[in-house]
């Protein structure tokens, strides 16, 4: 199994940049797909960003153009970069894992504890 851990949350004015990280700890080997989620208070988590092991990305439209995924396999670490940033991106980051071949949002079974975002206008 796999063991997530968040770090690099924190509060920014709108327009600003964070860079989240999550660090993989245990049986990475056979993971396919790793992504970062997001719960605002009051709302449902939903899905931010994926990327499948041959590096393929995907990303929810809200965030197109602002955010970036990428993993530093040596490290084995996932990273999300957020730039110009909206209070509207407030709330908790997770990051996923599946060893499923599915980059699908439905099908990640291992989660970190997240990282609070705070953004303010």
């Known amino acids: 199994q796999v063991q997530l851990a968040e770090s690099g949350g924190g509060s920014v004015q709108a327009g600003g940049s964070l860079r989240l990280s999550c660090a993989a700890y245990?049986?990475?080997?056979?993971?396919?797909?790793m992504a970062w989620f997001r719960q605002a208070p009051g709302n449902e988590r939903e899905g931010v960003a994926t990327i499948a092991s041959d590096g393929s990305t995907s990303y929810a439209y809200s965030v197109k153009g602002r955010f970036t995924i990428s993993q530093d396999n040596a490290k084995n670490t996932l990273y999300l970069q957020m730039n110009n940033l909206k209070p509207e991106d407030t709330a908790m980051y997770y990051c996923?894992?599946?060893?499923?071949?599915?980059?699908?949002?439905?099908?990640?079974?291992?989660w970190g504890q997240g990282t609070r975002v705070t953004v303010s206008s």
């Open positions: 996923a894992a599946t060893y499923r071949v599915s980059c699908d949002y439905s099908d990640f079974d291992y």
């Open positions: 245990g049986y990475t080997y056979s993971l396919y797909c």
